[in-house]
């Protein structure tokens, strides 16, 4: 009978289910060899699959944790590690602050009483660019300014008008492929000001295999400090206004981001294979 591994699907940045970002969580005792971890990430077939293995006493971290798409693994993950961190502490697995060896370096979560988590993430480097040729039309809408978020994250920053604008997008991904190494995060200021975020966006990860992401984490620190600049204020609430969505809290600390969410569990069970 083959090996069985237990997994979960945890719905990231969000507190209720079918809603927030959906990601496959496999607690192991060691990494398999990258085939298994792709073919396990194609199977689950959600945006991310986390991975992770503790490591012995005196290590740089806790645990180890890689993240997979159904079609490649990635540098940085927010919602597949929200949902790690909520496992490990669910299950009784860890207690107090976790310290995440990745691609990424070393990633801290904190969880809290009231159920959050907090991770603590690289803040992404934003440098002004030029307007693509062809973003807008791939895009279904004309950019006010764009942003290149820095190859830790690989992906294009591009302010549009309003928030109508940005929930009403319904872009090329063919074309928008050709545009950043990783994605597109479109954004705009919330269209009431004194309501529950400050700010939306959408992400488009078409390069990974991801049309549109539900809630990215990682985009999130790039957004902060985008609009943390724009809004003077280093704690906000970000909408990501997929059809899914999910809320994500963020605090700007220099070269560091604070990301804060919720999750919960919606499917534990055995893998064999």
């Known amino acids: ?8 699907v945890v719905d990231a940045f969000t507190d209720r289910p079918f809603s927030g970002n959906p990601a496959g969580v496999l607690l192991l005792d060691a990494f ?3 085939a298994w971890l792709q073919n396990v990430a194609k199977e689950v077939n959600h945006a991310e699959t986390a991975f992770a293995h503790r490591l012995p006493a ?3 971290a806790d645990w180890a944790l890689r993240w997979f798409t159904p079609s490649t693994e990635v540098d940085l993950c927010g919602h597949a590690t929200l949902a790690t961190a909520h496992v490990l502490h669910a299950t009784g697995s860890a207690e107090g602050p976790v310290r995440f060896a990745t691609r990424s370096g070393v990633l801290t979560t904190t969880a809290h009483a009231d159920g959050t988590v907090t991770m603590d993430f ?3 480097p934003l440098t002004p660019a030029e307007i693509p040729d062809g973003v807008a039309e791939a895009l279904g809408a004309e950019p006010l300014a764009v942003f290149d978020a820095g190859a830790s994250l690989g992906d294009l920053l591009v302010e549009l008008a309003d928030e109508k604008t940005v929930r009403a997008l319904t872009p090329d991904h063919k ?3 050709r545009h950043s ?3 597109i995060i479109a954004t705009a200021q919330a269209e009431d000001p004194t309501g529950e975020y400050d700010f939306v966006s959408r992400g488009f990860f078409p390069r ?3 049309d549109e992401d539900p809630v990215t984490g990682s985009a999130h620190t790039a957004l902060a400090p985008f609009w943390s600049q724009r809004l003077g204020r280093t704690e906000l609430t970000g909408l990501q206004a997929s059809a899914r969505s999910g809320l994500v809290r963020t605090e700007l600390r220099g070269d560091r981001t604070l990301l804060t969410g919720r999750a919960v569990t919606v499917i534990e069970g055995d893998l064999y294979a």
């Open 181 to 183: 190494e990783r994605g």
């Open 122 to 124: 690289p803040t992404a």
């Open 175 to 177: 074309s928008l492929i």
């Open 208 to 210: 990974v295999g991801i």
């Open 1 to 8: 009978m083959p090996i069985s591994h237990r997994i979960r």
């Open 58 to 60: 005196g290590a740089e």
């Open 32 to 34: 398999p060899d990258d």
